[in-house]
């Protein structure tokens, strides 16, 4: 079974802070991805990726950075942190981008 | 503009009754829908999946029903155990990479 792990768990920041958001996944896929996830939108895609050193822009990209430095780390970047960027944040990943997605468990950001 | 509708936003049955859960899309590419499961303080898991050529899919007390003229799924949940508490995603998928999830719906199974 996938292994998707996120860290840190938990992060609090202040309005105009960095943040780097990290995810390791252990199984070979190809596809990594970062949602958010907020009530009464589900989850709704930031950045995702298809492979080491390749990135592309998902449907709420605005204020974030992604970086995949590696087949199996994908990194999210808020250079600014905004008070609106407080979510639940999900990294996942697949084997051909048309399968299954396998999630690790989130990390929630507060931005004070 | 969200393209998968989820209702209800939450939910709450009786341990043993059938919970039903309901979803529609907008986008007549989608062609395979998965559910996904989310226990809290958990990433989601996928549940349950169907393929547009299929009206119906079963993994024991889970069931899919589809209707593509309608544009509209349901997951039943039989038999429905306070285990089964959890937040239900539905998803709409084109066959490429991108996945477009509902909202959610939040059951309750009470003993």
């Known amino acids: 079974e996938a292994a998707v792990t996120q860290s840190p768990r938990n992060k609090v920041t202040v309005t105009g802070g960095n943040v780097t958001l990290s995810c390791r996944q252990t199984n070979s896929h190809n596809y990594m991805y970062w949602y958010r996830q907020d009530t009464g939108h589900g989850l709704r895609l930031i950045h995702y990726s298809y492979g080491a050193g390749n990135l592309q822009i998902g449907d709420v990209p605005d204020g974030y950075k992604a970086t995949r430095t590696t087949q199996e780390d994908f990194f999210l970047l808020l250079e600014l942190a905004s008070p609106s960027q407080t979510s639940l944040y999900f990294c996942?990943?697949?084997?051909?981008?048309?399968?299954?997605?396998?999630f690790g468990a989130g990390t929630r950001l507060s931005v004070l | 503009q969200q393209q998968v509708r989820q209702s209800p936003q939450s939910l709450t049955v009786w341990e043993g009754e059938t919970a039903i859960l309901n979803c529609s899309y907008e986008d007549s590419t989608f062609n395979y829908f998965p559910w996904y499961q989310q226990f809290p303080g958990e990433g989601p898991a996928l549940l349950i999946s169907?393929?547009?050529?299929?009206d119906k899919k079963e993994d024991g007390r889970f069931t899919i029903f589809f209707n593509k003229r309608e544009k509209k799924l349901s997951l039943h949940i039989t038999d429905s155990q306070p285990g089964d508490s959890a937040t239900y995603f539905c998803a709409g998928h084109t066959g490429g990479y991108k996945v477009v999830f509902g909202s959610g719906t939040r059951l309750l199974v009470s003993p």
């Open positions: 169907i393929r547009s050529v299929s």
């Open positions: 996942a990943s697949s084997e051909t981008g048309r399968d299954t997605l396998y």
